[in-house]
């Protein structure tokens, strides 16, 4: 299986681990040494482990994610695909009835070896601090998106 391949499986086990919390299935994806690194502002970390990954990515699900009843995520350029590395940019629409649209926009590298995840990086766009923050004022819902 081609890396662009175990992305997609990882992906597809990501999208059933959000919906039942099941932590389990993803352990398959990362070597041992494997590192998450989030670069956003106000909530940027690097999480060291799958142990630490998962604990950080339950986090930001439960603070963020699972606040809506729908995301809807489209890739936006790429993906770029090499022997041990995909990068792509994205957006996510998040929705809930009663409450405005959020929409996250970000870019994603993964670097694999060994087929495993190595290193996992999402990095977002430095106006999403203000655009969400004004999305919580007018909403008058709190959410938190951190890992750590």
């Not at 106000?42 to 729908?70: E, H, N, Q, V, Y």
């Not at 929409?103 to 106006?127: H, N, Q, W």
């Amino acid at each position: 299986m081609d890396i662009m391949q175990q992305f997609m499986a990882y992906a597809g086990d990501f999208e059933r681990t959000l919906a039942d919390d099941d932590w389990t299935r993803l352990r398959r994806y990362f070597a041992d040494g494997a590192v998450y690194e989030v670069k956003a502002e106000s909530f940027g970390c690097r999480l060291a482990g799958p142990a630490a990954i998962f604990a950080g990515m339950k986090r930001s699900l439960d603070g963020f994610d699972r606040k809506f009843t729908k995301r809807d995520i489209e890739v936006t350029s790429g993906p770029e695909v090499t022997s041990e590395e995909i990068r792509m940019s994205w957006k996510v629409v998040y929705t809930k009835e009663g409450l405005p649209p959020f929409v996250l926009r970000g870019r994603s590298a993964v670097r694999y070896a060994s087929d495993k995840i190595i290193y996992l990086a999402d990095s977002y766009d430095p106006s999403v601090a203000g655009e969400l923050a004004a999305w919580q004022r007018e909403s008058g819902v709190a959410l938190d998106p951190s890992y750590a």
